[in-house]
């Protein structure tokens, strides 16, 4: 039953996924973007570990699973936040510096020599046989990331102290942040060999970013005018 877990993540993530896409579709709105595919990635990491811990691991798998659920999401998702809450000139500078991060970890992951005695692990560690700056790219990208999607949350409810029409920003915002606490937690059981345990916190984690991308994405309502 090991594979049941995972497949709910899978089948979770990607309908987030594209009711977030859908948004995107009819309000054009670029964080809807960023978190579709944040979302996306979250599925395309999720069923890479279902068949992973179903069939058993191979070299692509794998990666395919560290490209998506272990550097490239928390990056992207937060490349959400920055859409709703920086100013262009921020914006621009992380969508840049984004696009490097994505195609050097992906260059060098998919240049990464990795074996079938490395993934004889229920859930294999990459740290044990990974090259450094693919693990590198990891830590520095969830990192960053977190702190982003956070600080987002934090810099949202600040607003809220003289802007109170933000606050379906600051919920959503603050719900994200909890989603990929989730995630990363499940993350630590991955490292205990428990693959049960983060699929568990892969499909609560994305389910919470969805509220928040749905609350987030409310219309903003004009300040109310303030009486003479």
């Given at each position: 039953?090991?594979?049941?877990?995972?497949?709910v993540a899978?089948?979770?993530?990607?309908?987030?996924?594209?009711?977030?896409?859908?948004?995107?579709?009819?309000?054009?709105?670029?964080?809807?973007?960023?978190?579709?595919?944040?979302?996306?990635?979250?599925?395309?990491?999720?069923?890479?570990?279902?068949?992973g811990?179903?069939?058993?691991?191979?070299?692509?798998?794998?990666?395919?699973?560290?490209?998506?659920?272990?550097?490239?999401?928390?990056?992207?998702?937060?490349?959400?936040?920055?859409?709703?809450?920086?100013?262009?000139?921020a914006?621009?500078a992380?969508?840049?510096?984004?696009?490097?991060?994505?195609?050097?970890?992906?260059?060098?992951?998919?240049?990464?020599?990795?074996?079938?005695?490395?993934?004889?692990?229920?859930?294999?560690?990459?740290?044990?046989?990974?090259?450094?700056?693919?693990?590198?790219?990891?830590?520095?990208?969830?990192?960053?990331?977190?702190?982003?999607?956070?600080?987002?949350?934090?810099?949202?409810?600040?607003?809220?102290?003289?802007?109170?029409?933000?606050?379906?920003?600051?919920?959503?915002?603050?719900?994200?942040?909890?989603g990929?606490?989730?995630?990363?937690?499940?993350?630590?059981?991955?490292?205990?060999?428990?693959?049960?345990?983060?699929?568990?916190?892969?499909?609560?984690?994305?389910?919470?970013?969805?509220?928040?991308?749905?609350?987030?994405?409310?219309p903003?309502?004009p300040?109310?005018?303030?009486?003479p």
């Amino acid at each position: 039953m090991h594979w049941l877990f995972p497949a709910v993540a899978t089948a979770a993530s990607a309908a987030f996924a594209i009711a977030v896409l859908r948004q995107y579709a009819a309000r054009r709105r670029t964080h809807q973007l960023a978190w579709g595919v944040s979302l996306a990635m979250f599925a395309l990491a999720s069923l890479a570990l279902t068949i992973g811990v179903t069939a058993g691991w191979t070299p692509v798998g794998f990666k395919v699973y560290y490209l998506f659920g272990a550097m490239l999401n928390v990056p992207w998702l937060a490349l959400g936040t920055v859409s709703l809450l920086a100013r262009p000139l921020a914006r621009r500078a992380y969508q840049a510096g984004l696009v490097l991060f994505t195609a050097a970890g992906t260059v060098l992951l998919a240049l990464a020599e990795v074996a079938g005695p490395d993934l004889t692990a229920r859930v294999p560690e990459g740290k044990a046989f990974l090259p450094v700056p693919v693990r590198v790219l990891a830590v520095l990208g969830n990192t960053v990331g977190t702190l982003v999607v956070v600080g987002g949350a934090v810099a949202s409810g600040l607003a809220l102290r003289h802007r109170r029409q933000l606050r379906p920003r600051f919920e959503g915002n603050l719900l994200i942040a909890l989603g990929v606490l989730l995630a990363a937690g499940g993350g630590v059981f991955a490292f205990l060999d428990r693959s049960d345990k983060l699929a568990v916190g892969l499909a609560l984690g994305a389910s919470v970013m969805y509220l928040g991308f749905r609350r987030a994405s409310a219309p903003v309502q004009p300040a109310a005018p303030v009486p003479p």
